[in-house]
T-cell receptor
Framework: DAGVIQSPRHEVTEMGQEVTLRCKPISGHDYLFWYRQTMMRGLELLIYFNNNVPIDDSGMPEDRFSAKMPNASFSTLKIQPSEPRDSAVYFC???????????????FGPGTRLTVT | DQQVKQNSPSLSVQEGRISILNCDYTNSMFDYFLWYKKYPAEGPTFLISISSIKDKNEDGRFTVFLNKSAKHLSLHIVPSQPGDSAVYFCAASALGNQFYFGTGTSLTVIP
């Protein structure tokens, strides 16, 4: 399996522009998570889905952020409009709940480094 | 408010010696804990986990210790190798819900 795939790997955009980050989870995984990594707060959970349904979006910073999972193999995280403080690395992760030897283990993608100028 | 804290941003250890990375948590409902390892430009990868019913779990050179009364866990790496140089995150969850991650500790193993 190719693992969790994220695109783009790097994104540089100007303040006020819309940014869309993409994620393809591992096939068969039924949970998908979006995280943001910053120096101050480490890895923050933004939102997670179970079977394509958003379960908890309490970590989404504000209305400028939205996430969708139209099917089991694709999710997007959108920021509109983007601001310089959104600059961070965004990770997508997926998991298969309760697998033996790795219950609750999440598999992370390589991340998207977002820079908003 | 950070429910999982890693108070040491960085740690340097000589090759062959023991590395001890620490993690504290505040939520007594946490019942599952994990350590992740992260290399630059890569996503975190799972390293080792421990359930709250145990106080120790060992996997090769890596051992995780859990002290529930102190709400503290630690990761021991023995012996440390240069390839262990990475950022280590601890994470905790309650009843299988979302994971809370610490801010990470950057480990440097000096050859």
């Amino acid at each position: 399996d190719a693992g969790v795939i994220q695109s783009p790997r790097h994104e540089v955009t100007e303040m006020g522009q819309e940014v869309t980050l993409r994620c393809k989870p591992i096939s068969g995984h039924d949970y998908l998570f979006w995280y943001r990594q910053t120096m101050m707060r480490g890895l923050e959970l933004l939102i997670y889905f179970n079977n394509n349904v958003p379960i908890d979006d309490s970590g989404m910073p504000e209305d400028r952020f939205s996430a969708k999972m139209p099917n089991a193999s694709f999710s997007t995280l959108k920021i509109q409009p983007s601001e310089p403080r959104d600059s961070a690395v965004y990770f997508c992760a997926s998991s298969l709940y309760g697998t033996s030897g790795g219950a609750y283990e999440q598999y992370f993608g390589p991340g998207t480094r977002l820079t908003v100028t | 408010d950070q429910q999982v804290k890693q108070n040491s941003p960085s740690l340097s250890v000589q090759e062959g010696r023991i590395s001890i990375l620490n993690c504290d948590y505040t939520n007594s409902m946490f019942d599952y804990f994990l350590w992740y390892k992260k290399y630059p430009a890569e996503g975190p990868t799972f390293l080792i986990s421990i359930s709250s019913i145990k106080d120790k779990n060992e996997d090769g050179r890596f051992t995780v210790f859990l002290n529930k009364s102190a709400k503290h866990l630690s990761l021991h790496i023995v012996p440390s190798q240069p390839g262990d140089s990475a950022v280590y995150f601890c994470a905790a969850s309650a009843l299988g819900n979302q994971f809370y991650f610490g801010t990470g500790t950057s480990l440097t193993v000096i050859p």
